[in-house]
């Protein structure tokens, strides 16, 4: 159930629409090997030490700060850390869930009419009719989010454990069925060349920077989730093992995902640098041309549908997990109130792409001037809270968690790996996020 949870939590849209878009603008290659790199170096050490605070912990991620106080003698304050982490997941699902709901949206147009004979300006005039649709937009959030409220009402064992435990293998078997897919139909070869051939003059402080910052956020560290997961995590699982085999699908799905998608776009004379657009607005001409497009289509809508709700359910259980142990309401009573909350708070999200489109907030903000609600939003949890949250829990795990309590946590591993992870999660962790953070404010 652990590693479903933590998979699943793991590999969402991100790894799919965002490595794919950011990858094609950043020219392929070169942008890949740093983002492999980065898993490693940067990725894998705070994962291991988010593990490793969740396990001590077991318990939401706030009341793991509370028994850490009092176990490991750590500051009080840290529960403040704990509050900051739930605000940002809460805030985090309220606009990832109006976004995967256009997933769900995508995957009834493929089913129903389809893609064919769609060129480049129907695709584009069918993603603004569904962005200029706030009714249309609004239900299939409500879907979502109730698949997601259901899942997690029903408890651990019963909800979680049982969606996770197939909905998590599915989308490897799904990202694999395209795989082949594209092997056959698409241009592999230049897919490859585009992916796996580095070309270090597209290499700069920027494309490393997001290279960099791909890897670290699209596992989700900072916000609490993984720490959450952790906690179901069993003594007898190494903390480092653990981190390297959700690492390791991470990066794997992202790149299966690369390999899946680049092909289809190069078969039909796409350009990989479409931008965000690339999923939404080329795919879909992609999808109307090939053979078999009818089926591929909803194949790979529904992909990204179950990427969205294994990170959903494991966000939305972070909450939950800390409501349940501050409030007296049960489990069920939480997961739907707290669902109607993130409705409710998306809202704002759904309307910043149509009524309140030209709508600025914080005009007075140069970060913020030009951004929408949803913008803001976007921006205050992966720019702001997501490093913070993420040096916090290089800080917490290097330097206030101390030797004898993170090493009887390693258990009876290398010795040797223990001490690179220490310095890593110490010095270079720290530094790295930092530097992404003040790359993101400069930008």
């Known amino acids: 159930m652990f590693f479903a949870a933590a998979i699943g939590s793991a590999v969402g849209i991100s790894n799919i629409w965002k490595f794919t878009y950011v990858a094609g603008e950043n020219g392929g290659g070169a942008f890949v090997l740093v983002y492999v790199l980065a898993i490693a170096f940067v990725a894998l050490p705070a994962l291991a030490a988010e593990f490793m605070i969740g396990r001590r912990g077991g318990a939401s991620v706030q009341m793991t700060m509370d028994r850490l106080a009092g176990k490991d003698g750590i500051s009080r304050a840290w529960r403040y850390y704990g509050l900051m982490a739930v605000s940002g997941a809460f805030l985090a699902l309220s606009f990832y869930a109006v976004v995967a709901g256009w997933t769900i949206d995508y995957f009834f147009v493929a089913v129903s009419s389809g893609f064919d004979g769609f060129n480049t300006q129907q695709a584009g005039a069918s993603l603004a009719s569904m962005l200029g649709s706030p009714g249309r937009m609004m239900i299939s959030q409500a879907v979502f989010l109730g698949l997601t409220v259901t899942v997690v009402a029903a408890g651990v064992r019963r909800g979680l454990e049982q969606a996770l435990k197939w909905m998590t293998p599915a989308l490897f078997v799904i990202l694999l069925i395209l795989l082949a897919y594209s092997v056959v139909e698409g241009d592999m070869r230049a897919a490859l060349q585009f992916m796996f051939v580095a070309d270090f003059s597209a290499l700069n402080a920027n494309t490393v920077m997001m290279a960099v910052g791909q890897a670290f956020f699209s596992l989700g560290i900072g916000l609490g989730v993984l720490m959450t997961v952790a906690a179901y995590m069993d003594r007898e699982t190494s903390i480092l093992g653990a981190a390297a085999v959700v690492a390791f699908a991470d990066g794997f799905v992202a790149l299966l995902a690369g390999l899946a998608i680049f092909p289809v776009v190069f078969a039909n004379g796409l350009s990989p640098a479409e931008g965000p657009g690339l999923i939404f607005a080329t795919l879909p001409v992609a999808f109307g041309q090939i053979p078999g497009g009818w089926l591929v289509g909803p194949l790979f809508f529904l992909l990204m549908a179950f990427a969205a709700l294994t990170s959903a359910i494991t966000i939305l259980e972070t ?58 939003f976007d921006y205050v949890v992966s720019n702001l809270m997501m490093p913070a949250g993420g040096v916090a829990v290089a800080i917490l795990a290097g330097w206030s968690l101390s030797a004898v309590a993170s090493r009887e946590e390693w258990g009876n591993g290398s010795a040797r790996a223990y001490h690179v992870w220490r310095f890593l999660v110490r010095y270079l962790v720290p530094i790295v996020i930092a530097l992404i953070f003040l790359a993101n404010m400069g930008g």
């Open 319 to 376: 909450v939950v997990a800390w409501a349940e142990d501050y409030t007296r309401f049960n489990r069920r009573q939480l997961a739907c109130g707290i669902g109607i909350a993130l409705w409710l708070t998306g809202l704002l999200t759904v309307f910043s792409f149509n009524a309140w489109s030209d709508f600025r907030l914080l005009p007075f903000v140069p970060a913020l001037a030009d951004k929408t609600l949803f913008g803001i």
